[in-house]
């Protein structure tokens, strides 16, 4: 079945550093979708890409499609205290009938 | 208010019961979902349902039963022969599950078995 990978599980930086989160799939997606889950929350959904090779920004968040639609990026420039917490990518298996895959997710750790 | 509740909270059983979790939406939506997430892990699915009165199989469904005899209501009954029931239950909805339309979760109920 299809597998959605995340790097890095963990990410401590310093508050104003920047973050980058990848994701990889075993299969060719037909779309990704980014979630947010704070400490003690749930995911909610921040973003979804659909083109290949498609940019997509939000303030200091920017996101990426490859150009093969195998895997995606979530960059965060100068990192803010707001930041913390889960980032999951889950995607969607191009022609599949599966839904969904999410990540294991990328805990990102701000220190002041 | 449009949204997803999930109650209780937090749920405390003792070993060998069966609990049941309760999920509401009044979004309008057919496809409703149930993930289990432990700490520092991911979402792992269990159970999904894409219209009233149809439901699936997740990856990690042993252990658990549910039910959509409302499109507002999906419960999630944890069973004693799950071995390992103590996690944070998420339920989810989104409006079609073969699309790829966004999921919107619940604030979750953290069970702790004892």
């Known amino acids: 079945g299809q597998q959605v990978m995340q790097i890095p599980q963990y990410q401590h930086v310093q508050e104003g550093e920047d973050f980058t989160t990848y994701c990889n799939s075993s299969t060719t997606l037909s779309n990704i979708q980014w979630y947010k889950q704070r400490p003690g929350g749930h995911p909610v959904f921040l973003i979804q890409l659909v083109k290949s090779g498609e940019v997509k920004k939000q303030k200091r968040l920017t996101f990426q499609f490859g150009e093969a639609k195998k895997n995606s990026s979530l960059h965060i420039t100068a990192t803010q205290t707001t930041d913390v917490g889960t980032y999951f990518c889950a995607g969607v298996e191009r022609g599949g009938a599966d839904g969904l895959t999410f990540g294991k997710g990328t805990h990102l750790i701000i220190q002041p | 208010d449009g949204g997803i509740t999930q109650s209780p909270k937090y749920l405390f059983r003792k070993e060998g019961q069966n609990v049941t979790l309760s999920c509401e939406q009044n979004l309008n939506h057919d496809a409703m979902y149930w993930y289990r997430q432990d700490p520092g892990q991911g979402l792992r699915l269990i159970y999904y349902?894409?219209?009233?009165?149809?439901?699936q199989k997740g990856d990690i469904a042993e252990g658990y039963s549910v039910s959509r005899e409302k499109k507002e209501s999906f419960p999630l009954t944890v069973t004693s022969a799950q071995k390992n029931p103590t996690a944070f239950y998420l339920c989810?909805?989104?409006?079609?599950?073969?699309?790829?339309?966004?999921?919107?979760f619940g604030p979750g109920t953290r069970l702790t078995v004892t």
């Open positions: 989810a909805s989104s409006l079609d599950r073969a699309s790829s339309y966004e999921q919107y």
């Open positions: 349902s894409q219209i009233v009165n149809d439901f």
